[in-house]
């Protein structure tokens, strides 16, 4: 019997080779809106269904429909307002549904990494040649659409088998959203090539704070500061990373809109503060911090 999944050694976090971030800075900051595309009546899948209502489920699907009609470029704005790029966590059948929204982000310089095709399809039970193929037409799709190459991913509405990690390293992939454990990158064991995983908090998810933990704006807006001062004061020790990950259709409702972007501003006023892309922070862990990180975990397995 598995007792851990096996994704990651352990390396207590007070123990670790210092991470040092560009210019000085003490954290590493990125926003990664998940930008997606739910299917009214997709196929099924033996391990979850796509509704919590019998299909067609309209409430659902038109709810989820506003972030793309109204939220997201209401999110946008705030984000423009602060200097603050994303980088969009994407279901990537949405270059075909709403270019437009492709066109916005590209304009902006942000990133695009991949969520998948839809929200509405899932990886469980896939084998792993249907996973590969997933994983390449991510990668055709937003190198057609974008002009960039794939370098993230976070599996569509977190669904796994045991291989993902695996075959997304294969594919040359740098970097993942789909492990929870950390405040700072790390290596994952994977059989070919290097892969970082990113945190990427589902703390300061806004789906779990407005849609599991029913926290109010204002205290989202607090929730979002409070992280940020913890993590930026240990920071100055060792660079940390803060994600804010972000769905148009809940951050982008209006009356959530003024305390998501005060906390925007006040994490942007600080000196030290990196505002990155998940590709930037993963590659300048890879080029600086990888291999340090490596050898320090098997030195702490080998420790009596």
């Given amino acids: 019997m598995k007792r851990d999944p096996g994704y990651y050694d352990f390396l207590p976090y007070q123990d670790r080779p210092p991470i040092r971030w560009p210019n000085g800075a003490q954290l590493a900051f990125w926003v990664a809106p998940n930008i997606e595309f739910y299917e009214l009546d997709p196929p099924a899948n033996p391990k979850r269904t796509a509704w919590p209502r019998p ?47 492709i066109a916005a982000c590209v304009e902006r310089g942000w990133e695009f990494y991949s969520h998948g095709t839809y929200n509405t399809r899932y990886v469980f039970d896939m084998t792993p040649d249907q996973e590969r ?126 305390a998501f972007e005060e906390a925007l501003a006040y994490i942007t006023g600080h000196d030290k503060v990196w505002l990155a892309t998940g590709r930037e922070i993963a590659q300048h862990f890879l080029e600086n911090n990888y291999s340090a990180f490596e050898q320090a975990s098997v030195a702490v397995g080998e420790a009596p």
């Fill in 133 to 258: 193929e997933l994983i390449r037409d991510s990668i055709d799709t937003i190198k057609k659409h974008t002009g960039q190459k794939l370098d993230g991913w976070l599996s569509p509405a977190l669904s796994y088998t045991d291989q993902t990690l695996n075959l997304v390293a294969e594919a040359g992939l740098t970097y993942v959203c789909d492990l929870f454990h950390d405040d700072q990158p790390g290596p994952v064991k994977v059989p070919h090539g290097r892969l970082v995983s990113m945190p990427y908090s589902l703390e300061m998810n806004d789906a779990i704070a407005f849609s599991v933990n029913w926290v109010t704006p204002h205290r989202y807006g607090e929730m979002i500061k409070r992280q940020f001062d913890r993590l930026y004061a240990e920071g100055e020790q060792s660079g940390t990373v803060m994600c804010i990950p972000l769905h148009p259709y809940l951050i982008g409702q209006p009356y959530r809109m003024k």
């Fill in 55 to 101: 299909v067609p489920d309209v409430q659902a699907y038109s709810y989820r429909d506003y972030g793309n009609r109204v939220g997201f470029w209401r999110m946008m704005e705030a984000m423009d307002r602060c200097g603050v790029r994303g980088s969009v966590s994407l279901n990537v059948a949405l270059c075909e549904h709403h270019p437009e929204i």
